[in-house]
């Protein structure tokens, strides 16, 4: 909500911020922003009872277990996830990730002897990505590897812009998403969901063998 007010209201934020003082604006004839550092802890701390906005239904029907405003259903799934935040999980995390540490230092030091100069933020990137496409497709991105961006992180990225201006109108989005679902930066988000899906069926079939061959 911050950078949403930022970009589109800033004549409101720029004397307030810093304050520690409760400010409201109101912004129409349903929608308030409330300035108070109190906000948090009351919107976001233990006991609350607040709903995620409706901006959380900005990629339906696709819902992750973030974005889910459905408190049972995201707590269903959060039970799931739990057990992949477990101390044991947590520690065969660490190995693999520091395969991804060791590489990433290799590459570097490999293009530092040859005196080249680098984008760091590419290089943190592309770690970043390969650990995550390791834990959530079974395979890396191979981006450390090629030195290269993988096309589905391209195409994320690319469907990225939509969330800055859009991220006020969230339903305005929606229209998009149901009206031009090939065009432009819209048809660089499906293109990409479109090969999560098919990473996460092909795991899901290699673990079905697997599962299948044990028994």
Not at 168 to 194: C, E, K, T
Request: glycine share 4%; proline share 5%; net charge neutral.
């Amino acid at each position: 909500m911050a950078n949403s007010s930022e970009q589109v209201f800033a004549p409101f934020v720029s004397p307030v911020l810093g304050r520690r003082e409760l400010i409201t604006v109101f912004l129409g004839p349903d929608e308030i922003t409330v300035f108070s550092p109190d906000a948090f802890l009351a919107m976001d701390g233990p006991g609350n009872s607040c709903s995620k906005a409706v901006w959380y239904d900005f990629l339906l029907p696709e819902i992750a277990v973030n974005t889910t405003r459905d408190k049972a259903a995201h707590d269903r799934r959060r039970r799931v996830w739990d057990r992949a935040f477990s101390a044991r999980s947590l520690r065969l995390y660490n190995q693999q990730i520091d395969e991804f540490v060791q590489q990433l230092r290799s590459q570097i030091g490999l293009l530092s002897d040859k005196e080249r100069t680098i984008n760091v933020s590419d290089w943190f990137y592309w770690f970043s990505f390969d650990v995550m496409g390791k834990f959530a497709f079974g395979k890396s991105f191979r981006m450390l590897e090629d030195e290269e961006w993988h096309p589905a992180i391209r195409m994320l990225r690319s469907a990225m812009r939509l969330l800055g201006p859009l991220s006020p109108v969230p339903w305005l989005a929606q229209i998009g998403f149901a009206m031009l679902p090939r065009i432009s930066l819209i048809g660089d988000w499906y293109a990409m969901m479109d090969f999560c899906k098919d990473r996460m069926r092909e795991r899901i079939a290699v673990r079905q063998l697997i599962t299948f061959s044990a028994q």
